[in-house]
């Protein structure tokens, strides 16, 4: 029987405890303090650039980075590797014509994206593959083979 030991990295908001601050700072400067701070924390609809969410896995022969990219198409994304350096780029396109439609309200967001993430030692650059399939990109690195220390003969 094979064990399969996957480990899951948590995604981590580190501006939420200051969520208390953002509530205080709201009634003292109104709509426009509620838009700065949501332009500088990166909050949803404050125009800021896209981040797609990424999860990062890892078995014991790989590590698998899955991305969420609805409503982007797979020629709209590239997987690039440079010098250790995984790289996530594509574009979300907003292909409505605004002229048939009157927008009440948009909390999604378009335009260019871009992730990077760095090689943990043991990746192996040369064994990367990717797949794209209902809107989220998995990309697999597979590990370099352990190596075992060996013991080494002493001449006398």
């Not at 979300?92 to 014509?97: V, W």
């Not at 797949?131 to 590990?143: D, N, R, W």
Request: glycine share 8%; net charge neutral; aromatic share 8%.
């Amino acid at each position: 029987m094979v064990e399969n030991k996957e480990r899951s990295v948590s995604r981590r908001e580190p501006f939420g405890e200051l969520a208390d601050f953002r509530s205080l700072w709201s009634p003292l400067f109104g709509r426009e303090g509620r838009g700065l701070l949501d332009e500088l924390w990166g909050r949803p609809g404050s125009g800021r650039a896209l981040a797609p969410s990424v999860d990062i896995t890892e078995s014991d022969s790989a590590y698998i980075v899955s991305t969420e990219l609805p409503g982007t198409k797979r020629e709209d994304v590239t997987v690039e590797l440079e010098d250790d350096v995984l790289t996530i780029r594509g574009e979300k396109r907003n292909e409505r014509e605004e002229k048939k439609e009157k927008r009440r309200f948009v909390e999604r967001t378009y335009g260019a994206f871009s992730r990077s993430f760095t090689l943990p030692a043991n990746a192996d650059p040369d064994r990367v593959t990717a797949s794209f399939e209902s809107g989220v990109l998995t990309v697999t690195i597979a590990k370099r083979p352990e190596t075992k220390p060996r013991v080494v003969d002493i001449k006398s």
